[in-house]
Nanobody
Framework: QVQLVESGGGLVQAGGSLRLSCAAS????????MGWFRQAPGKEREFVSA????????RYVDSVKGRFTISRDNAKNTVYLRMNSLKPEDTAVYYC????????????????WGQGTQVTVSS
């Protein structure tokens, strides 16, 4: 059974930092794209960032460029999201995802989803 387990969320003041981790089990994703999406209260889920199988390719939504960094450790089957200079508008549940494709940024291409971790940024 494939599982993606996120950790690292929490409450932080504006301008602060958090690092989210997502540990995968049940299969290896070393040949797969992995990513992060988020959903704020009353809003649709949105793409945040993705990283290709090797880690050489990344993509970010415009609102987090320069503040968030995605990375992965294939030996640990884990993907990370470093979030700096957090803003209240970053408040959301953050979901880790994994695809069977080597690269994608579209939610419909992601086959596996974590349960989500809450990130709350206070002003």
């Amino acid at each position: 059974q494939v599982q993606l387990v996120e950790s690292g969320g929490g409450l932080v003041q504006a301008g602060g930092s958090l690092r989210l981790s997502c540990a995968a089990s049940g299969r290896t994703f070393s040949s797969s794209a992995m990513g992060w999406f988020r959903q704020a209260p009353g809003k649709e889920r949105e793409f945040v960032s993705a990283i290709n199988w090797s880690g050489a390719g990344t993509r970010y939504v415009d609102s987090v460029k320069g503040r968030f960094t995605i990375s992965r450790d294939n030996a640990k089957n884990t993907v990370y999201l470093r979030m700096n200079s957090l803003k209240p508008e970053d408040t959301a549940v953050y979901y880790c995802t994994a695809s069977t494709r080597a690269w994608t940024i579209y939610d419909y291409d992601y086959d596996y989803w974590g349960q989500g971790t809450q990130v709350t940024v206070s002003s």
